[in-house]
């Protein structure tokens, strides 16, 4: 077979060159159990005949395992939480970890992901901006990719693993009605990830359970991050000045609006209530220490890495919803 120039070769080329199936030429190229070493070479020298770039990282294996990580923004305490249980749960497995950052760009998605799938036996990644980002246009993977965080309906995604957002949002609301709000809002819900809506979703559910109508709560803010905090509570309090309890989409919002909040001269908890959403650490160091909806990183990161190793080794994905905790803090205690 020959291949044009400049042209990047498929794996199914590899595949009829070889004369196997895509499957078996998959398993082949990263090393999974089930294949026979004889056909692994066979495997591996159609690949170098027909310049597949997996195939000279492939001959060159060791038996370590070499997993990719593709997270949108690694300086997010949220994400940096997530990379740093990736780290933990890697070294327990003796795996080798290549991080990349997409910076919430689809194209950086993208060309991370071409360079991962073609240099690593796995890939673990938190897409970046569905339903467009970078997964969606990556054509083919020789190797296994579990999304993270959020959902991906890529047909290349071998499994996932996600917090439960919508009991998140529920067991928010749950809370700030027993801490006393009767006014309600939340901050960051208009944005753009699935994760928000499922945790805007939980939240006016849970507002539903305790007797309080969700057609009386201010959804506000599309924005992310601390600025995203500090615009939605400042539009926030020129809308509607009674609200008491506030549940914002992360904790970064969380923290933004309670700052704006002060500038204002609204004082947390005794004006109102506040809740996060992460539990990341720093939410404790901050005075009052804000209360948040925590999310299992360790466990997130253990079940995402055991999907990829079962897939890896030619076995079935799977999917997984992990639990997430209240941490109460003094931002919702009068």
Not at 60 to 73: A, K, Y
Not at 89 to 118: K, T
Not at 198 to 205: I, K, S
Request: charged residues 25%; negative net charge; proline residues 5%.
């Amino acid at each position: 077979m020959t291949v044009d120039a400049g042209r990047t070769p498929t794996l199914q080329e590899v595949a009829t060159e070889a004369r196997v199936s895509l499957a078996t030429a998959s398993n082949a190229l990263t090393g999974n159990r089930g294949v026979s070493p004889k056909l692994r070479d066979r495997v591996l020298e159609a690949a170098q005949r027909v310049g597949y770039p997996r195939s000279s990282a492939r001959a060159r294996r060791t038996d370590r395992t070499t997993v990719g990580i593709v997270l949108p923004d690694v300086r997010h305490p949220a994400y940096a939480e997530l990379a740093h249980a990736f780290e933990r749960e890697g070294a327990q497995r003796e795996w080798a970890l290549v991080l990349a950052g997409s910076d919430y760009q689809p194209d950086n998605e993208l060309e991370a992901l071409e360079n991962l799938v073609r240099s690593t036996d796995g890939v673990l990644l938190s897409p970046s901006r569905p339903p467009r980002s970078g997964v969606h246009r990556l054509q083919a993977s020789p190797v296994p990719i579990v999304a993270c965080d959020e959902p991906a309906d890529s047909a290349l995604i071998g499994g996932w693993v996600r917090s439960d957002n919508f009991g998140g949002g529920r067991i928010a609301a749950h809370h700030l009605v027993d801490a006393g709000g009767t006014r309600f809002a939340m901050l960051g819900g208009e944005g753009y990830l699935p994760s928000t809506k499922e945790r805007r979703e939980g939240f006016l559910a849970g507002l539903a359970d305790r007797g309080h109508s969700p057609d009386g709560v201010l959804i506000i803010g599309e924005n992310y991050g601390m600025d995203g905090g500090q615009s939605a509570m400042a539009e926030l309090l020129e809308t509607d000045a009674e609200v008491d309890a506030v549940f914002a989409v992360s904790d970064l919002h969380a923290v933004g609006a309670f700052f704006r909040a002060l500038q204002e001269g609204r004082r947390v908890p005794d004006d109102i209530l506040l809740c996060g959403f992460d539990g990341v650490g720093w939410t404790r160091q901050i005075s009052p220490t804000i209360t948040t909806i925590r999310q299992d990183w360790s466990r997130i990161a253990a079940r995402a890495m055991d999907i990829l190793d079962a897939l890896m080794a030619g076995g079935e994905g799977d999917r997984a919803v992990i639990p997430v905790e209240l941490v109460p803090g003094e931002s919702t205690r009068r």
